[in-house]
Nanobody, 124 residues
Framework: QLQLVESGGGLVQPGGSLRLSCAAS????????IGWFRQAPGKEREGVSS????????YYADSVKGRFTISRDNANNTVYLQMNSLKPEDTAVYYC?????????????????WGQGTQVTVSS
């Protein structure tokens, strides 16, 4: 059974850091992409970053470039999102999502498997 489980969310002060984890299970192919998305209250879900399992290619939204880093641990089927220099506008529920293939897109419609989400709150 394909499944994604996020963890690592919480409350952090502006300028602080958090690391989110996405544990994947049930994937039988070596060619898949994991993406991180977020959704703030009253806003549409938006793509944050994605990574290819096969070659490690990454993609970042402009709003997080230079602050967030996505990485993968294929041996443990886990993808991480290191978030530094957090801002109040980063507050949202963060979801990881999976899709077959190698293209590191950030369109929500391209992903068919979603985790349950983890809350990130940036506030003083």
């Amino acid at each position: 059974q394909l499944q994604l489980v996020e963890s690592g969310g919480g409350l952090v002060q502006p300028g602080g850091s958090l690391r989110l984890s996405c544990a994947a299970s049930g994937f039988t192919s070596d060619y898949y992409v994991i993406g991180w998305f977020r959704q703030a209250p009253g806003k549409e879900r938006e793509g944050v970053s994605s990574i290819s399992s096969s070659d490690g290619r990454t993609y970042y939204a402009d709003s997080v470039k230079g602050r967030f880093t996505i990485s993968r641990d294929n041996a443990n089927n886990t993808v991480y999102l290191q978030m530094n220099s957090l801002k109040p506008e980063d507050t949202a529920v963060y979801y990881c999502a999976g899709r077959r293939g190698t293209t590191v897109v950030l369109r929500t419609a391209a992903y068919g498997l979603w985790g349950q989400g983890t809350q990130v709150t940036v506030s003083s």
